[in-house]
Each structure stands twice: as structure tokens, then as C-alpha cells.
């Protein structure tokens, strides 16, 4: 990875923006120029990348044919317009917004999932240039069924998500920092970003309705799980947000077509490089999502049989949705093309 990459971040000022800067950096990302870019009201806004100030530019202004690779995060209507004309000067696009990621001509990926389907994709002479990051609860169950789905297949997964408010983005935050303090202050609580009050509280309500009465998340959770993963699995998705800031948490109960033993299970799980094990059977022996919150792994805790169907077995899940759940999942997904794929990035 010798070769140095212009790179364009879209919506660099939101919260997954902001921590894509910050993971380039970590990770040592070879770039040559970095491009931040957002709307009109956040042009001029200066954003620290390693020792340089880098002015953000507005979005609708900028020429994308200074960029080879793309990683927005804008908004799908926002992706929706700016993607195809960053694709149409030879950028790669990869696109952290729900628009993209159920297109059959768009693949949906998670590196350590399903990263080798880009080689099917960079060998199509038609292929789109956008390549879509899938929804945050997504990434994190998908990352720690792959192993178990390789040694039994995985027939049903019934989800229920505790998901944070970063997930709805910076507003969304500031809403549960501000009711907390209201609650406090003996204050009437005001709602804006939520249904509901959401400090002290949990709302199963993420996203509009669909007409079969599911949430978008839960049919997100549905479809994408399908796309990824293997499309005969069944899946059952409750998703709700809670009073937490960051890391979504998801408890998760499957039925295997083979007995998988608990030994057996924590084996596969902990052999991933992309998942952390913490699973003691005492008092503060699990992970919750403010130990998650700044890391990288998924962490998994209270694995178990269940013993109420044949072959179940009982999982809890922890990943900060900020890095895995949408920035680094991103930038994995750039860091694959440029070693794997780089001939296909324009010179």
C-alpha cells in the first residue's frame, strides 16, 4: 500500500464524518489529499487531520474528479443526488446511507462477512462505483454470526436491539443530554428528534412504519441480514432506542440446523479477529455499551444454550455504532479496494 489516495469525506461534520477523520488517521490510512465536505452552512469550518487544518467545502460545489474514493455519510437524499455525479468522474463511492444498500447492482459489505463479493463486482465492466456500508445494528450481528453460520447453519435469528441515540445523529444526543437535565431541574421535558421522552425511557419506535407493522430498522435488520449473510435465513428484528449516547447493544437468540455446544461456539467466536469475548458467568463478567464505546472489536457476552428449542443458542452483543457500526466499517471497506482492488481506482 506504497500508493497515496485522494480522498473525499461527505457529511464530514456530522457524527460518523468526524469519526471517519479521526480512523483515517488511526489507522494510518495512506492519503495523499483529504477533501471535507458538507453542506453550505458548514462550509469554512476547519477540521484537525493529523497535523493540518482542513477547511470544510460545500458539498454541491465541489468536483469530484479530485477525489478517487468517496466515504459519504451525508443523508440518503443527500447520497442519493451526489453519488452518482462522484461516480460519473471515476470516484469510488462508499456510501454509509440506507439508499443504496437493497440495489441488486450495489454490494453490501462487511469485510470479514462478505468482503470476497467485490471480486464479482470489480470484474463487472458495468458496475455501478458505489459500494454501501450497512445499517450499524446490522454490522455488528452479522460480524459475530459469520463464524457461527460457517460451522451450523443459522435457520432463524430473533433480534431485539438496545440502540443508542448517536445512531440518529448529533440533535438526537443533545436532545437526551438536555430532557436529563430537565428531569432534574424539575423542568417540563420538551421533545423534538424523538417520539417519545427518551431520557429515562426506551421507545421500540426507530424509523417509520412499513405496512407489515415492522419498523425501517427492524426491515433494514431483515433484508440486509438476507443480503449479506445467506437469504434463507429467517429473521425477527425489534429495535429500540435507549437513553445511552454510544454503542448499540443486541440480544440475539438463533436456531442452528446442527447442535453447537457452548464450548464449541466461544471457540469459533473468540478464533475472530473482529470480535472480543467477554463471557464470565459472575457479577461485571459481560460487556455494556459504555466499555464498548471508542473500541473497535464486537464484543459478545452471555453465551448460552436455549434450551427451549432444538439447537438455540443465546447471545449479547456490544459495538460502538459509530466505529464498526458505520466510520471504521467504512474505512475497512477502503482499505480492502486499495489492496486488493487498487488497479480498479483511477489514476
Request: aromatic share 8%.
Amino acid at each position: 500500500m506504497s500508493d497515496k489516495y485522494n480522498i473525499a469525506i461527505v457529511g464530514a461534520t456530522g457524527n460518523v464524518g468526524r469519526e471517519i477523520v479521526q480512523i483515517l488517521v488511526q489507522r494510518d490510512f495512506p492519503v495523499d489529499q483529504v477533501f471535507c465536505l458538507a453542506s453550505s452552512r458548514s462550509k469554512g469550518k476547519i477540521i484537525d487531520f493529523k497535523d493540518q487544518k482542513i477547511t470544510v467545502e460545500d458539498l454541491a460545489e465541489f468536483d469530484f474528479s479530485k477525489a478517487q474514493i468517496g466515504l459519504f455519510s451525508p443523508g440518503g437524499k443527500v447520497s442519493a443526488e451526489y453519488a452518482p455525479k462522484a461516480v460519473k468522474t471515476g470516484c469510488i463511492v462508499i456510501d454509509n446511507t440506507s439508499h443504496f444498500r437493497m440495489n441488486k447492482d450495489v454490494p453490501l459489505i462487511v469485510p470479514e462477512v462478505n468482503g470476497d463479493s467485490l471480486q464479482d463486482f470489480f470484474d463487472n465492466d458495468h458496475r455501478s462505483n458505489i459500494i454501501a456500508n450497512p445499517n450499524c445494528s446490522t454490522i455488528q450481528m452479522v460480524v459475530v454470526l459469520k463464524p457461527i453460520h460457517d460451522v451450523a447453519l443459522i435457520n432463524r435469528i430473533v433480534v431485539s436491539t438496545y440502540q443508542a441515540v448517536s445512531g440518529a445523529g448529533k440533535e438526537p444526543m443533545d436532545e437526551l443530554f438536555e430532557q436529563t437535565k430537565d428531569i432534574y431541574s424539575n423542568k417540563s421535558i420538551k421533545k423534538n428528534k424523538f417520539t417519545k421522552q427518551i431520557a429515562f425511557n426506551a421507545i421500540p419506535h426507530i424509523g417509520s412504519f412499513v405496512d407489515n407493522g415492522n419498523t425501517e430498522e427492524e426491515q433494514k435488520m431483515i433484508n440486509e441480514t438476507k443480503k449479506i449473510l445467506d437469504t434463507n435465513i429467517n429473521v425477527s428484528a425489534t429495535c429500540v432506542r435507549i437513553p445511552v449516547f454510544i454503542s448499540h447493544a443486541e440480544s440475539i437468540n438463533l436456531e442452528l440446523d446442527s447442535p453447537l455446544s457452548y464450548e464449541k461456539a466461544k471457540e469459533v467466536l473468540t478464533n475472530s479477529d473482529s470480535i472480543s469475548v467477554v463471557d464470565y458467568r459472575k457479577d461485571e463478567g459481560y460487556v455494556t455499551p459504555v466499555e464498548a464505546a471508542g473500541e473497535d472489536k464486537v464484543y459478545v457476552s452471555r453465551i448460552r444454550k436455549d434450551d427451549t428449542v432444538d439447537n438455540g443458542l443465546n447471545l449479547w452483543v456490544v459495538s460502538d455504532n459509530l466505529r464498526k457500526g458505520a466510520a471504521l466499517n467504512a474505512v475497512q471497506i477502503a482499505e480492502l479496494i486499495i489492496s486488493k482492488y487498487s488497479n480498479f481506482i483511477k489514476k
